[in-house]
Structures are given as structure tokens and as C-alpha cells.
């Protein structure tokens, strides 16, 4: 198992066609497998060596393609980073893994120089979109082999350091193997059976790829021979011009995309006939949101559940078999799943624990943070820190992330329940639930709300429905209607600046409850 050979299989098994579409140029197979061959000699020219890593942070484009190929050609391990970290982010990763080379835009320069600037040993800095640049690798790619290099690697080699959000803390880098990734994106691609269906398939890639699940996803493409529009970033009407354009058959989003697209205001003015699937992943999809759009949209939500931790897919849902709404699907295959007690117990079906992972998709460890593979890793089994249930025909349904529950009077509260729950209010767009800290009860239930527009919604309106429709100790006892939700960078509900939000908000009120 070889991330290379996805590309090179592409190739022998689909001939040469527009693998990518961006800015309205066409890129073909073969046009990515020859300049991330020349980058691969680069490269090495440059002294990257097998088991040496390489930073690359752009936002999506052909040039990222080029890259991680590039640097996996050689050998070396991809770093990908997310372009909208600052400098200061960068730097904490760079001073993490020591990456040889860091490859980047014209537009990013300054600020990736501004990340390596004062290091000891800072890695040598090129740009990989703008040939003019004095600071481009592209001059020095142009005089280089377009046939890949010999390089010997074995499926148990690193591929990709991938960098966790760092919700709780620094980031830690996970270490993702070739048969991580490669097993990952094959299974994937095999459950994925309802693209396979139709002639003419046309992904739109809107996750970046310096996030697992864009990372996954674009070899998934690769895989099933799709075309691949890309955009740089998710904007909601260029995602509706992409769909109209070029024809959009299917894409994998976030639910914050989905939220964005079903309630824009222009949606009704474009022709999205064309778009009959979307994988939703990386946070929990609102069950109520997931029927409005596909009912708008008259297409299929495939949800699925994964971690970059298990590169990243671990779940996903079948169309060819049983849809059960609420649930993450079944396990892609070669991958299982148990849920456990405290004490590693395995559960019986329905009841809810931390769920456990095991596969070939299971990362090999944290760089260079040998205690913290050791709490994640026991006995073959990813400890995930979620709690979920699996039911009697082996269904996954998350609960909750277990640093997310809300103890309140010796009562768990998980706050997906209470989520799922207020958005099924008519005016209610979407809803965050956290925990305040309460020397009576533990925890309070803190509600944010934002309001559909135009709504005159009110918080006590928010409360006589909670009252009407949860057991009391489940009620929120603080409500506030918010503009925005705060969010991470893959556009999931950042739940640390909401518990700190409340602090603020609550914490005295908290502390003052007889």
C-alpha cells in the first residue's frame, strides 16, 4: 500500500483526461504526474531525504496536488497547514517537526517567513504557484525529470503529519502511515458505491486539502476517475456557479457548509439539477438541517463520522443499504468499532460509552509525544474521546464528544441532544450548547442561539420550548441569542471559545444560584 500508486493507477485505468478543473483551466492526470515527479527531483536536489518532512500550506489549487504527490514521490512526509494560520501557529509546527522545506504561495511568503524567521535550524522556503517569483521552485522543477524517482517505501512509512486543531491544547501532530491513508481512501471509495452509478462524475472539492478529510477526499476522486472542480476556499455562490457551470454531480462538505448553502438567500436562482450526493463529515449534522436540504436540493446526504486520527474516515453511509436518519452509518470495510465503559468494558448494542477504533486506518502515533499515544492507543484500539452507540445491526450514533458533557446534579447532559433539539425551532438557525461551571449543581446548561433572519425570536421564547419539551434538569438554564457561531477552521462549532463566551456571560450568575 503506496500513496503513489493511486496516481500512477488512475492513469492506467482511465487514460489521460481533466483530472482538475480551476479557474476554468483543465489540468490532466498526467499533467500532475509529471510535475510532481520534477518536484519530487527538486526536492531531493534540495537534500530531502526518505523520512524527511516537507510544510506545505496554500489554499486548494492544482499546485496542491502537485505537492503532496511531489513530496511523497521522494519519500518525504507531507506536513499539510491550513493557509489561514498565522504566523505564530506555523510556527509552533515548524519548531515541531523540523520540516526540510516548507512550500507555499506567493501571497503567503511573507507570513511563512515571518513563521520560520529566528529559528535554529529554519527550513528553506519556496514558492510553488508564481514562476516570476525570485523565491519560486518552479525555475528548478522545469529542469528536472518528469519520470518519478526510484524511491523504496514501505506501506508502514510515514505519509502525512497532520496537525489536530488544537481545541484543548497545542496541536498534535498525527503520524498516518501509506496503508493508513492508502486503506482509508480505497475503502472509502469502495462504500461510495451510489457515485459509481453514474457516467460523468464531477466532484466538487471545497474541504482543503490541509485537512484530513479534503486530504482523503481527493484521493477518493482519484480513485473513482472523477473530475475535480476546485475552488480555494467555500464561498457559497461561487459553490452554486460550480454546480450550474460544470455540472457538480456530488462533493463532501461540512455541516456549516451546508447550513450556509441551504439558507442563501440566491440558492432558488441557480440549476443544481446536476447534484445528486453530498458526504457530510467532520462535525454533527443536524438532523433537521439534513432534511431541509435535501429536500431543497433534491439529493442525497451521505453522512458519515472519522478523525485525522484514523485517516480520518472511520464511518460512513451506505446507499445501497438501510438509511437510518440520525446515524453515521456503518463501518467502511476492514475497520470495527465497540463502545466501552470507563474501564475498557465493551458495551453491549445501544448503550453509550467512548467509542474504539480499530483498523488498518488506525495512525501509528503522535510525533514525538510518546505518553499521549499511549492514553489514545491500548491494545490495538483507537480511544477516540467520543461517546457514542452502535445498535443491534452494528449502526454508529455519536452522543457527544466526552470532554462536551455537562454533568448537572449527578445527571449527563450531552449537548447534541439539546442541539438537535432547538433546531427544530422554526426560527432557530443554529444552536450551541456548553457547560458553566455551578458550585450547586457542577454545571449549568448554557444555550447560544442565532436566529433566522428577520425572526423576532426571544430568548424566553427559546425557554418555554425547552420547558415544553425536555425534563427539567436537561433545560437551559442560560440562553443568549448570538449573531454568529464561533468556528474553527473546517467550520465546525468551536465548543472552547463558546465555554469561554460563557464564563464570561454566566460564570457569576452560576456562582450565585441557592
Request: hydrophobic share 40%; proline share 6%.
Amino acid at each position: 500500500m503506496n500513496l503513489n500508486k493511486i496516481l500512477r493507477e488512475n492513469i492506467e485505468k482511465f487514460g489521460t483526461y481533466p483530472v482538475l478543473i480551476f479557474e476554468d483551466k483543465e489540468y490532466t492526470n498526467t499533467y500532475i504526474d509529471e510535475k510532481s515527479s520534477q518536484l519530487a527531483h527538486s526536492l531531493m536536489e534540495l537534500g530531502v531525504k526518505k523520512g524527511d518532512r516537507v510544510l506545505i500550506t496554500m489554499p486548494n489549487s492544482p499546485e496542491v496536488v502537485i505537492g503532496f504527490n511531489g513530496i511523497i514521490k521522494c519519500g518525504a512526509i507531507v506536513v499539510p497547514v491550513m493557509p489561514l494560520l498565522q504566523a505564530q501557529e506555523i510556527n509552533y509546527i515548524v519548531k515541531d517537526c523540523q520540516p526540510k522545506v516548507l512550500l507555499t504561495t506567493e501571497l503567503l511568503f511573507s507570513k511563512c517567513q515571518q513563521a520560520v524567521k529566528g529559528l535554529d535550524s529554519p527550513p528553506q522556503v519556496f514558492v510553488l504557484d508564481n514562476p516570476e517569483s525570485s523565491h519560486s521552485i518552479l525555475p528548478r522543477m522545469d529542469n528536472a525529470s518528469k519520470t518519478a524517482p526510484e524511491a523504496a517505501i514501505d506501506e508502514h512509512d510515514e505519509a502525512a503529519l497532520l496537525y489536530t486543531a488544537g481545541t484543548t491544547g497545542n496541536p498534535k501532530g498525527v503520524m498516518l502511515t501509506h496503508k493508513n491513508l492508502f486503506s482509508n481512501a480505497k475503502a472509502a471509495a469502495e462504500t461510495a458505491k451510489i457515485l459509481q452509478l453514474r457516467q460523468g462524475r464531477v466532484a466538487l472539492g471545497v474541504l482543503p486539502f490541509s485537512h484530513a478529510f479534503g486530504f482523503t477526499m481527493m484521493n477518493v476522486t482519484l480513485i473513482l476517475g472523477d473530475k475535480n472542480v476546485l475552488l480555494p476556499q467555500f464561498d457559497p455562490v461561487k459553490v452554486f456557479e460550480a454546480i450550474e457551470k460544470y455540472k457538480v454531480t456530488h462533493s463532501a462538505m461540512v455541516p456549516a457548509m451546508l447550513h450556509q448553502l441551504y439558507h442563501h438567500p440566491d440558492a432558488d436562482k441557480y440549476d443544481t439539477s446536476s447534484f445528486f450526493a453530498v458526504t457530510s463529515g467532520s462535525a454533527a449534522l443536524p438532523q433537521q438541517l439534513a432534511r431541509n436540504f435535501q429536500r431543497k436540493f433534491s439529493c442525497v446526504i451521505l453522512e458519515g463520522y472519522g478523525l485525522s486520527e484514523a485517516a480520518p474516515i472511520v464511518t460512513a453511509t451506505d446507499p445501497t443499504k438501510k438509511i437510518k436518519p440520525g446515524s453515521v452509518g456503518l463501518p467502511l470495510p476492514g475497520i470495527k468499532i465497540a463502545v466501552v465503559d470507563e474501564n475498557g468494558n465493551h458495551l453491549p448494542p445501544n448503550e453509550v460509552g467512548e467509542l474504539i477504533v480499530s483498523g488498518p486506518n488506525v495512525l501509528k502515533g503522535y510525533y514525538g509525544k510518546p505518553e499521549e499515544t499511549k492514553k489514545a492507543l491500548k491494545d490495538g484500539w483507537l480511544y477516540t474521546g467520543d461517546m457514542a452507540r452502535i445498535d443491534e445491526e452494528g449502526y454508529l450514533f455519536i452522543v457527544d464528544r466526552k470532554k462536551d458533557l455537562i454533568i448537572r446534579g449527578g445527571f449527563n447532559i450531552y449537548p447534541r441532544d439539546l442541539e438537535e433539539l432547538l433546531t427544530t425551532h422554526p426560527d432557530v438557525a443554529e444552536a450551541g450548547v456548553v457547560g458553566v461551571p455551578s458550585p450547586k449543581m457542577g454545571e449549568e446548561v448554557v444555550a447560544y442561539i442565532v436566529k433566522r433572519k428577520g425572526s423576532g425570536l426571544t430568548e424566553e421564547d427559546i425557554r418555554a420550548y425547552c420547558q415544553d419539551k425536555l425534563a427539567k434538569y436537561k433545560t437551559p438554564r442560560f440562553i443568549k441569542i448570538i449573531g454568529y457561531m464561533p468556528r474553527n477552521l473546517i467550520g465546525k462549532i468551536d465548543k472552547k471559545k463558546l465555554r469561554e463566551l460563557a464564563k464570561k456571560d454566566f460564570a457569576e450568575a452560576a456562582a450565585n444560584i441557592k
